[in-house]
């Protein structure tokens, strides 16, 4: 009878043993009793009320740093959020890298293009009086930019800061022969102006002249402040100019 209940016994613990063997090679599931057969980990939360997200190990640069110094070829995959940085790093077997997710932008990444799209024309009403360039503008790339109608780009970014501007164009004069002088134009919260520091000044004969330059300059826009690019003629009254291509970008 001894001999019987040890084989039981035995028995028992075979079927234990293999059983925890079977979990162990299964998949998890968390919030669904059928994990996903590709999966070793599988969280659903589609039947929360409420949903809630995967937060994975959180340190700060220091002790990202520290870890791995442990961390060999075989770890590669690991994954961590440094609290410092407020981005994921992942250990690629030798170094921390950093997970770049490109469409989360800050006031950094900000940028912004506008063009335009069919030749037009501004009419010069008073020599050296600086006026709005005007035409059929489109815009891309706009990152912490908008486009407030034509030849306006506007900081949507929450801090101010300084920006690059590059604008060129090809233009000619419908009658005379002028001069003609851009500037990047300044406004929003302060009193609009024109930044002198860029402007850049080009002789156009009339009619059979095309004219070609870039206006470009440093610019401070705090939130709401925007940019446009404007001419004048420094001859004539009433002249006008010919824009054939215009691309304004602001980085």
């Known amino acids: 009878m001894k001999n019987i209940n040890n084989k039981h016994i ?6 234990v043993i ?16 059928t994990p996903n057969a590709n999966a070793m980990l599988d969280i659903d939360v589609s039947s929360l009320g409420t949903k809630k997200g995967f937060m994975p190990p959180r340190m700060t ?10 961390l060999v070829l075989t770890d590669k995959g690991m994954l961590i959020f ?11 077997g030798t170094q921390w890298l950093l997970i770049r997710i490109d469409n989360v ?48 780009l506007v900081y949507t970014g929450s801090k101010t800061r300084i920006f690059s501007i590059v ?4 233009f000619g004069a419908s009658s005379k022969n002028d001069h003609y002088s851009f500037y990047i134009y300044h406004g929003g919260n302060a009193s609009p102006s024109v930044i002198q520091s860029t402007k850049v000044s080009r002789f156009i004969a009339a009619t059979s002249d095309t004219g070609a330059l870039s206006v470009s300059g440093l610019v401070s826009l705090a939130p709401n402040e925007w940019i446009e690019v404007w001419g004048e003629c420094t001859d004539e009254d009433d002249q006008d100019l010919n824009v054939e291509t215009f691309n304004l970008m602001i980085y």
Not at 19 to 33: D, S
Not at 121 to 133: D, Y
Not at 167 to 170: E, F, I, L
Request: overall charge negative; proline content about 2%.
């Open 105 to 152: 932008i800050t006031d950094e990444d900000s940028f912004g293009n506008m063009y335009l799209t069919v030749p037009d024309h501004t009419v010069i009403a008073s020599k050296n009086t600086p006026l709005k360039i005007e035409g059929v503008t489109a815009v891309e790339n706009l990152n912490n930019f908008v486009a407030s109608g034509n030849n306006r």
């Open 18 to 33: 293999f059983f925890v063997t079977v979990n162990a090679m299964a998949q998890v599931g968390i919030g669904t009793t």
């Open 167 to 170: 604008c060129s164009m090809s």
């Open 10 to 15: 035995f028995f028992i613990m075979l079927i």
């Open 61 to 70: 640069t220091a002790e990202k740093d520290n870890l791995g110094t442990s």
């Open 82 to 92: 440094d609290t410092d940085l407020t981005a994921f790093y992942y250990w690629d």
